[in-house]
């Protein structure tokens, strides 16, 4: 009957095996190959005369797969309407309510799972296996985690509420695993929202949206506009959106969090990697090698936290090498629904030119370019798996991320240098370490600046642990109860006096002025026994040490009467800079710190602060003119918050998950690092502390801006610093005008994040400038906050922006 | 089943003859043996992609499951083998499948017959005599069999008895107490002696994966009994509670890998034990495809040691000739 077995059976070749296309035709054919958009529960077609539509195709082949519509400045405002109009009744929904829809959106991900797998790979390059046995699986996995947040929203989350309508753009890697990680906690929360897919990968949120209008969802909770760049563009400048949730490139989140600044919307950003891969001399390698195709060869190396830079222990560096190779000869590479390949087609013709010119360039700049033997699909858009040798931290495809089949491999020679190899990048997305000591592994994982930390393995996902970035790699997270804070907001902000402005309610005419040049005010204070007053004009803080300011100015401090009852220095951007690096020094002896010992140093400071407790209720009557009531309870509250924070100290645990793996997932807050924060004027003495104690607390090294017109209260903290066991460095103070300084720090690319308070436009300024290093943010967009308050005034709010959550992945088993 | 017939004087000893393809074994590296490391959860992990990587379908799962008929250890080991038993064994292993069934798959030239039949001591004249003619070798579990507990002039006496009533492979057990109490020296020494004891029968070494606890000692056992002179490795008795898994066999594989990367010397691998259907099959071909390469589907470097596979493998051939499911009872019983 059959030649061809007698054969296959002498060279033990593998065939194809392709998966059937039928059922997305079909689907695509019912809509008569064009989509428009969904909005408010209906197909839209578009506002545009005639309608404008783009082609998405299928990567493996080249071929047309459909017409999209272009969403116009029009449709997106439709779509915010919708999700607006929907908000009311969707908030007001019972958790439980929240939790069934999410359910079946779940269970309907899992009824139409081929669906799914066969378009995405259709639409998107990657195989069939991946679609099949990781995309979609993990869409219905954070469906249903997040069902479960629904449900346990009120107990969970005391206190908080649904940001509003959110804003969505997500890219083309995962286009429905992207759209999951966005959706499902959105709508957990409360939310509705308005996604913008890619436009190379739209179908698999078109088809999504049939399974929304199969659950019964109600009409305008979730709307879908497709289109390129301008489309999200439209969607981030929306007046009407409270939020936007972006994943796609550094570039992009950068002129996002531009276009927001100022605007009060909430962002998070998952941005690009270049994220490191570390073998260490005691690791599996066998498992290393498949740990890099794991890393690098997953969905053609298009993974925000590829690991792409392979850094090896020089010992082993030379057979890991060999073993990478000869591994490479069997990955297989060809029609991504063909059930037995490795690899698929790269996305778009524009990324497959990226990646081929930054390898070209990588070669120029002396590469050694290792693939392997076999050859690519000629048609459609491939790129064969690729190893640079030869290749130092200075080369430029080991600094950006080609978002590619490309690793590079570098080698070092100890621990210690394989972390600063590791952390010498702009990103900070995820890491991958390979050993088989648990000393060196737990070691190594936290001093690694990366949101998600893989030991022995990689490329790990899961809807209960936390995905998202450090440094450029963006803020927030996805995933886990750390993910949750990103979709809500304190409901006292929404309450009434919750938008009340900024500003303090005492001292009219005091303050800082500008002394000019003129005549030189009299010395405040008098002297003793006929003789004159010793000068008590305050230096900066920095380094542990008084420092005359750079500028070597002063302003004039103004109390209540209007008298001069001081000076302070004017701080300069030398002085910021000097500062920085005081805390960059203070950080290295601070982070180290046992949590109890944090503690141990705050209730000093607490105890200092209360044996001169007089002495402050005394300045704060003159400078800004309350009452000496009020300033005592101002100290008093200001005595307490330290001891809330020395309390948070070794309290403010981590998590770890249970991620469905034989493994641990430690969710770790890890400090920022040096810390930036512009003080409010509101209650010059609680409001600095409430500040500076939850960053200290955490671990983070500090350059606070004191209140504008009243620094005097700051600088008299400098003795109680002093005589509290702070190290040096740890808090730096420079005094000066808010409006030169703050722009200094939020543009200083060593700062990792910046707290803001103030004026609204002040805020906008700081979120403006701030997209440099992509430094957190957070602004008080010109409300009123409540110092004395437990609700406003401290707690875990402040701590959670006073860290960064790192997932650490430990799978065990001996 | 494919044999060299160039054969040239035995280094390991002086009354040996061998194969030259043989793996002569290597002094005991112990360096080398306690540098390994396995990741057992990454282990797993790429056990468990192995099946959904690759795909074998239609005509080349039809192909893939004859080849895996030819690599079959068809295995009766039980207490109440009798000669009738093991004479209709043998017959099956002449013709493992229904003649009308490889006529239509296009392989009846091909003569397909099973890799070797394996049975106890006491059976083995039974089988060289049923087997005549047929090249089919006959594989004797020896050593004390399954415990391999008994003395050791006793175990060594047993494979020369074997090998002189006939059986061309010998598959011993090791003393796992060697490997779990780390006396590596031990067991090399027990390893070489039954190598030596067989002579020119090939020496299969049983390491009992399911007693040795982790899957580094797996690893390290694998080498120890390779660089002692092993022709194959084999996962298990089938009589342990945990036989043939495929993180144990991947990680045999890797071992065979790097001693033949080191050494030039080829080894085979034998899982027993638990295998039963035609899919677990075809997955441990993907292994060793995916690990060591093609020469590795070959019955001369990789053997199932299996009692119950077979029958699997005829109802999804005839299925694939048919088109419709088969049943048991249309096919000869083995």
């Given at each position: 009957m059959n030649q061809k077995i007698a054969e296959i059976f002498e060279t033990m070749e593998y065939g194809s095996a392709p998966e059937s296309t039928e059922r997305v035709v079909e689907w695509l054919e019912a809509h008569g190959g064009t989509f428009g958009h969904f909005i408010g529960g209906a197909w839209f077609e578009g506002s545009s005369e005639p309608p404008q539509l783009f082609e998405t195709h299928n990567p493996s082949t080249g071929e047309t797969i459909a017409k999209l519509t272009q969403g116009s400045d029009a449709d997106v405002g439709r779509a915010v309407q919708a999700a607006r109009d929907a908000l009311p009744g969707w908030r007001a929904l019972d958790g439980h309510a929240r939790a069934r829809y999410l359910y079946a959106l779940g269970r309907g991900i899992q009824k139409r799972g081929r669906l799914f797998a066969v378009l995405e790979s259709m639409d998107n390059g990657k195989p069939i296996r991946e679609s099949r046995d990781l995309d979609i699986p993990l869409v219905a996995r954070h469906f249903y985690h997040h069902a479960g947040w629904a449900q346990l929203m009120e107990e969970e989350l005391p206190g908080y509420g649904p940001v509003g309508v959110v804003g969505q753009i997500i890219p083309w890697n995962f286009p429905l695993l992207m759209l999951s990680w966005k959706i499902a906690p959105a709508l957990a929360m409360g939310n509705t929202l308005v996604l913008k897919p890619a436009e190379f990968t739209s179908l698999t949120a078109l088809l999504f949206t049939e399974l929304c209008q199969d659950v019964g969802l109600p009409p305008g909770v979730v709307n879908v506009v497709t289109g390129d760049g301008d489309t999200g563009a439209a969607l981030v400048a929306h007046p009407g959106v409270d939020k936007i949730a972006f994943t796609g490139s550094t570039d992009v989140g950068r002129i996002i969090r531009g276009a927001t600044a100022g605007t009060g919307k909430k962002l998070t950003l998952e941005l690009g990697g270049k994220s490191p891969f570390l073998v260490y001399d005691d690791a599996d390698l066998d498992s290393v090698v498949e740990g890099v195709v794991d890393a690098i060869w997953f969905n053609q190396g298009q993974v925000c936290c590829a690991g792409s830079r392979l850094l090896v222990q020089e010992s082993v560096a030379e057979v890991l090498e060999r073993k990478l190779r000869a591994r490479m000869e069997t990955l297989r590479m060809g029609d991504p629904l063909d059930k037995g390949i490795d690899m698929g087609a790269i996305v778009a013709p524009v990324q497959l030119d990226r990646i081929s010119s930054l390898v070209e360039q990588g070669k120029e700049e002396g590469a050694r370019i290792w693939q392997p033997s076999w050859s690519a699909p000629r048609e459609g858009w491939f790129y064969p798996p690729t190893l640079c040798t030869n290749v130092a931290p200075s080369s430029t495809i080991a600094q950006v991320e080609i978002f590619g089949p490309v690793v590079v491999m570098m080698t070092f020679r100890t621990p210690a240098e394989s972390v600063t190899l590791a952390n010498d990048t702009r990103y900070g997305l995820a890491a991958s370490l390979w050993t088989e000591s648990v000393n060196l592994a737990l070691d190594i994982a936290p001093k690694l600046k990366a949101g998600t930390v893989w030991v022995n393995c990689t490329n790990l996902f899961d809807a209960a642990a936390g995905f998202g970035g450090y440094r450029e790699s963006g803020y927030g997270r996805e995933g886990g109860k750390e993910g949750l804070w990103n979709y809500t907001k304190p409901l006292w902000q929404s309450e009434k006096g919750g938008d009340r402005p900024y500003g303090p309610k005492h001292g009219k005419d005091t303050g800082v002025v500008d002394p000019g040049v003129g005549a030189t005010p009299a010395a405040p204070g008098s002297g003793r026994d006929g003789m004159p007053p010793i000068d008590r004009t305050p230096k900066l803080y920095i380094g542990g040490k008084q420092a005359r300011p750079d500028g070597n100015y002063s302003l004039l401090v103004r109390g209540r009467d209007g008298d001069i009852v001081g000076e302070v220095p004017r701080g300069n951007r030398k002085d910021v800079r000097n500062a920085v690096e005081a805390a960059h020094k203070g950080s290295k002896a601070w982070t180290p710190r046992t949590a109890h010992n944090r503690a141990q140093i705050l209730y000093y400071l607490a105890e200092n602060l209360s044996l001169r407790a007089d002495e402050f209720v005394s300045r704060l009557v003159q400078v800004t003119g309350m009452k000496t009531k009020e300033a005592k309870a101002e100290v008093e509250a200001s005595i307490r918050r330290l001891f809330s924070y020395a309390a948070w100290a070794d309290k403010y645990d981590g998590r770890v998950h249970h991620t469905p793996f034989r493994n641990v997932t430690l969710a770790m807050p890890e400090p920022i690092g040096v810390m930036a924060v512009i003080c409010p004027d509101e209650a010059p003495l609680l409001g600095f502390l409430s500040l500076v104690a939850p960053l200290v607390a955490m671990g983070n090294a500090v350059v606070a801006i004191p209140s504008e017109r009243w620094p005097l209260l700051a600088t008299d903290l400098y003795q109680v610093f002093e005589t509290s066991d702070?190290?040096?460095?740890v808090v730096n103070i420079v005094t000066g005008l808010h409006s030169e300084l703050a722009p200094v720090l939020a543009a200083h690319d060593d700062v990792g994040g910046i707290w803001h308070w103030g004026s609204a436009e002040a805020g906008a300024e700081v979120e403006r400038l701030s997209t440099g290093n992509m430094k957190r943010t957070w602004v008080s967009d010109g409300r009123h906050r409540d110092w004395w308050g437990a609700t406003q005034g401290e707690g875990e709010e402040f701590l959670r922006e006073a860290t960064q959550v790192k997932n650490i992945w430990v799978p065990y088993g001996e | 089943m494919v044999r060299t017939d160039t054969q040239e004087s035995g280094t390991l000893t002086d009354h040996a003859t061998e194969d030259v393809s043989r793996n002569p074994g290597t002094p005991l590296e112990l360096d080398w043996v306690r540098r390994v490391r396995v990741n057992r959860s990454a282990v797993e992990r790429r056990a468990g992609t192995l099946g959904t990587r690759r795909s074998v379908k239609k005509d080349h799962q039809a192909a893939w499951l004859l080849k895996a008929i030819t690599c079959m250890d068809l295995t009766t080991l039980a207490g109440d083998d009798t000669p009738g038993r093991v004479r209709r064994l043998c017959a099956k292993a002449r013709q493992p499948v229904r003649r009308d069934l490889l006529e239509a798959l296009g392989v009846?030239?091909?003569?397909l017959t099973v890799g070797a039949v394996c049975v106890y001591h006491t059976m083995v004249e039974t089988a060289v005599d049923a087997l005549l003619g047929s090249g089919i070798p006959v594989a004797a579990v020896s050593t004390g069999f399954p415990a391999g507990l008994s003395p050791l002039q006793q175990r060594v006496a047993e494979i020369r008895a074997s090998v002189a009533a006939g059986a061309a492979e010998i598959d011993i057990v090791i003393t796992r107490a060697h490997v779990l109490t780390d006396q590596w020296e031990q067991l090399y020494e027990e390893v070489r002696t039954f190598r030596e004891a067989c002579g020119e029968a090939h020496l299969k070494t049983i390491l009992a994966t399911g007693e040795l606890g982790t899957l580094r000692n797996v690893y390290r056992a694998s080498l120890v009994c390779m660089m002692a002179g092993a022709d194959f490795i084999k996962t298990s008795t089938g009589k342990e509670s945990v036989n043939a898994t495929l993180p144990v066999g991947l990680t045999m594989a890797r071992a065979i890998r790097e001693y033949g990367e080191r050494t030039g010397h080829q080894v085979g691998l034998k899982p027993a034990g638990g295998i039963r259907t035609a899919k677990d099959a075809l997955l441990w071909l993907i292994l060793m495809k995916e690990e060591l390469g093609n020469a590795w589907l070959e019955p001369n470097l990789f053997r199932y040691g299996a009692s119950s596979l077979l029958g699997d493998i005829e109802r999804q051939l005839e299925h694939h000739v048919t088109g419709r499911y088969s049943a048991a009872y249309r096919h000869p019983l083995a």
């Amino acid at each position: 009957m059959n030649q061809k077995i007698a054969e296959i059976f002498e060279t033990m070749e593998y065939g194809s095996a392709p998966e059937s296309t039928e059922r997305v035709v079909e689907w695509l054919e019912a809509h008569g190959g064009t989509f428009g958009h969904f909005i408010g529960g209906a197909w839209f077609e578009g506002s545009s005369e005639p309608p404008q539509l783009f082609e998405t195709h299928n990567p493996s082949t080249g071929e047309t797969i459909a017409k999209l519509t272009q969403g116009s400045d029009a449709d997106v405002g439709r779509a915010v309407q919708a999700a607006r109009d929907a908000l009311p009744g969707w908030r007001a929904l019972d958790g439980h309510a929240r939790a069934r829809y999410l359910y079946a959106l779940g269970r309907g991900i899992q009824k139409r799972g081929r669906l799914f797998a066969v378009l995405e790979s259709m639409d998107n390059g990657k195989p069939i296996r991946e679609s099949r046995d990781l995309d979609i699986p993990l869409v219905a996995r954070h469906f249903y985690h997040h069902a479960g947040w629904a449900q346990l929203m009120e107990e969970e989350l005391p206190g908080y509420g649904p940001v509003g309508v959110v804003g969505q753009i997500i890219p083309w890697n995962f286009p429905l695993l992207m759209l999951s990680w966005k959706i499902a906690p959105a709508l957990a929360m409360g939310n509705t929202l308005v996604l913008k897919p890619a436009e190379f990968t739209s179908l698999t949120a078109l088809l999504f949206t049939e399974l929304c209008q199969d659950v019964g969802l109600p009409p305008g909770v979730v709307n879908v506009v497709t289109g390129d760049g301008d489309t999200g563009a439209a969607l981030v400048a929306h007046p009407g959106v409270d939020k936007i949730a972006f994943t796609g490139s550094t570039d992009v989140g950068r002129i996002i969090r531009g276009a927001t600044a100022g605007t009060g919307k909430k962002l998070t950003l998952e941005l690009g990697g270049k994220s490191p891969f570390l073998v260490y001399d005691d690791a599996d390698l066998d498992s290393v090698v498949e740990g890099v195709v794991d890393a690098i060869w997953f969905n053609q190396g298009q993974v925000c936290c590829a690991g792409s830079r392979l850094l090896v222990q020089e010992s082993v560096a030379e057979v890991l090498e060999r073993k990478l190779r000869a591994r490479m000869e069997t990955l297989r590479m060809g029609d991504p629904l063909d059930k037995g390949i490795d690899m698929g087609a790269i996305v778009a013709p524009v990324q497959l030119d990226r990646i081929s010119s930054l390898v070209e360039q990588g070669k120029e700049e002396g590469a050694r370019i290792w693939q392997p033997s076999w050859s690519a699909p000629r048609e459609g858009w491939f790129y064969p798996p690729t190893l640079c040798t030869n290749v130092a931290p200075s080369s430029t495809i080991a600094q950006v991320e080609i978002f590619g089949p490309v690793v590079v491999m570098m080698t070092f020679r100890t621990p210690a240098e394989s972390v600063t190899l590791a952390n010498d990048t702009r990103y900070g997305l995820a890491a991958s370490l390979w050993t088989e000591s648990v000393n060196l592994a737990l070691d190594i994982a936290p001093k690694l600046k990366a949101g998600t930390v893989w030991v022995n393995c990689t490329n790990l996902f899961d809807a209960a642990a936390g995905f998202g970035g450090y440094r450029e790699s963006g803020y927030g997270r996805e995933g886990g109860k750390e993910g949750l804070w990103n979709y809500t907001k304190p409901l006292w902000q929404s309450e009434k006096g919750g938008d009340r402005p900024y500003g303090p309610k005492h001292g009219k005419d005091t303050g800082v002025v500008d002394p000019g040049v003129g005549a030189t005010p009299a010395a405040p204070g008098s002297g003793r026994d006929g003789m004159p007053p010793i000068d008590r004009t305050p230096k900066l803080y920095i380094g542990g040490k008084q420092a005359r300011p750079d500028g070597n100015y002063s302003l004039l401090v103004r109390g209540r009467d209007g008298d001069i009852v001081g000076e302070v220095p004017r701080g300069n951007r030398k002085d910021v800079r000097n500062a920085v690096e005081a805390a960059h020094k203070g950080s290295k002896a601070w982070t180290p710190r046992t949590a109890h010992n944090r503690a141990q140093i705050l209730y000093y400071l607490a105890e200092n602060l209360s044996l001169r407790a007089d002495e402050f209720v005394s300045r704060l009557v003159q400078v800004t003119g309350m009452k000496t009531k009020e300033a005592k309870a101002e100290v008093e509250a200001s005595i307490r918050r330290l001891f809330s924070y020395a309390a948070w100290a070794d309290k403010y645990d981590g998590r770890v998950h249970h991620t469905p793996f034989r493994n641990v997932t430690l969710a770790m807050p890890e400090p920022i690092g040096v810390m930036a924060v512009i003080c409010p004027d509101e209650a010059p003495l609680l409001g600095f502390l409430s500040l500076v104690a939850p960053l200290v607390a955490m671990g983070n090294a500090v350059v606070a801006i004191p209140s504008e017109r009243w620094p005097l209260l700051a600088t008299d903290l400098y003795q109680v610093f002093e005589t509290s066991d702070v190290p040096a460095g740890v808090v730096n103070i420079v005094t000066g005008l808010h409006s030169e300084l703050a722009p200094v720090l939020a543009a200083h690319d060593d700062v990792g994040g910046i707290w803001h308070w103030g004026s609204a436009e002040a805020g906008a300024e700081v979120e403006r400038l701030s997209t440099g290093n992509m430094k957190r943010t957070w602004v008080s967009d010109g409300r009123h906050r409540d110092w004395w308050g437990a609700t406003q005034g401290e707690g875990e709010e402040f701590l959670r922006e006073a860290t960064q959550v790192k997932n650490i992945w430990v799978p065990y088993g001996e | 089943m494919v044999r060299t017939d160039t054969q040239e004087s035995g280094t390991l000893t002086d009354h040996a003859t061998e194969d030259v393809s043989r793996n002569p074994g290597t002094p005991l590296e112990l360096d080398w043996v306690r540098r390994v490391r396995v990741n057992r959860s990454a282990v797993e992990r790429r056990a468990g992609t192995l099946g959904t990587r690759r795909s074998v379908k239609k005509d080349h799962q039809a192909a893939w499951l004859l080849k895996a008929i030819t690599c079959m250890d068809l295995t009766t080991l039980a207490g109440d083998d009798t000669p009738g038993r093991v004479r209709r064994l043998c017959a099956k292993a002449r013709q493992p499948v229904r003649r009308d069934l490889l006529e239509a798959l296009g392989v009846a030239h091909l003569d397909l017959t099973v890799g070797a039949v394996c049975v106890y001591h006491t059976m083995v004249e039974t089988a060289v005599d049923a087997l005549l003619g047929s090249g089919i070798p006959v594989a004797a579990v020896s050593t004390g069999f399954p415990a391999g507990l008994s003395p050791l002039q006793q175990r060594v006496a047993e494979i020369r008895a074997s090998v002189a009533a006939g059986a061309a492979e010998i598959d011993i057990v090791i003393t796992r107490a060697h490997v779990l109490t780390d006396q590596w020296e031990q067991l090399y020494e027990e390893v070489r002696t039954f190598r030596e004891a067989c002579g020119e029968a090939h020496l299969k070494t049983i390491l009992a994966t399911g007693e040795l606890g982790t899957l580094r000692n797996v690893y390290r056992a694998s080498l120890v009994c390779m660089m002692a002179g092993a022709d194959f490795i084999k996962t298990s008795t089938g009589k342990e509670s945990v036989n043939a898994t495929l993180p144990v066999g991947l990680t045999m594989a890797r071992a065979i890998r790097e001693y033949g990367e080191r050494t030039g010397h080829q080894v085979g691998l034998k899982p027993a034990g638990g295998i039963r259907t035609a899919k677990d099959a075809l997955l441990w071909l993907i292994l060793m495809k995916e690990e060591l390469g093609n020469a590795w589907l070959e019955p001369n470097l990789f053997r199932y040691g299996a009692s119950s596979l077979l029958g699997d493998i005829e109802r999804q051939l005839e299925h694939h000739v048919t088109g419709r499911y088969s049943a048991a009872y249309r096919h000869p019983l083995a």
